[in-house]
């Protein structure tokens, strides 16, 4: 199975909320919540792809982001490697423009969201380094 590599970004605001999106349910991993993102394509790095994504689901123009970490996840029906993107600097209006819900919550608050497996490792570096 090809893994699929995927440019996922941490949008965090003045406020220091964080933007989570809530995956449609006939997706992969449907009905979770996730860090916004998708598929980089060949001719693509992960910059540019997560520049591309952004803009393409929550319409937010990335004007520069910082490396937050690699997960590489087996689940059982597809394999992923996620490069994720620390972004701050950001212009725009958050907007949920695929039509899932998009929701700016604070650190307490994202344990109440259900979240893929593969991003256990996500959420334990955000406790330790934005709290
Ligand atoms: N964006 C994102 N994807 C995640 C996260 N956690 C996680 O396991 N994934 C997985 C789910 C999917 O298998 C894959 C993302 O692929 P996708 O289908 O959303 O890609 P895409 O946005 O390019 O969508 P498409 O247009 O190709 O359908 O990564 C996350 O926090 N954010
Ligand atoms: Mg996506």
Redesign the pocket.
Same mark, same amino acid.
Do not use: S
């Given at each position: 199975m090809k893994r /699929?590599h /995927?440019? /996922?970004g941490i949008i965090v605001n003045s406020q220091q909320q964080i933007l989570l999106?809530k995956?449609h349910g006939h997706? #992969?991993?449907g009905g979770?919540?996730?860090? @916004?993102?998708?598929?980089v394509e060949a001719d693509e790095t992960v910059t540019q792809a997560l520049i591309r994504?952004l803009k393409?689901?929550v319409n937010l123009s990335v004007v520069s982001s910082s490396v937050f970490m690699s997960?590489s #996840?087996d689940?059982p029906d597809?394999q /992923?490697l996620?490069d994720?993107h620390l972004v701050q600097d950001f212009s725009g209006e958050a907007i949920g423009v695929e039509g899932q819900q998009i929701v700016w919550v604070n650190q307490a608050q994202l344990k109440d969201y259900e979240? @893929?497996?593969?991003?256990l490792p996500?959420l334990e570096k955000i406790y330790q380094e934005l709290g």
């Open positions: /699929v /995927v440019a /996922v999106a995956r997706l #992969h991993q979770k919540w996730e860090f @916004p993102g998708g598929k994504e393409e689901e997960i #996840h689940y597809k /992923v996620l994720i979240f @893929p497996e593969a991003n996500i």
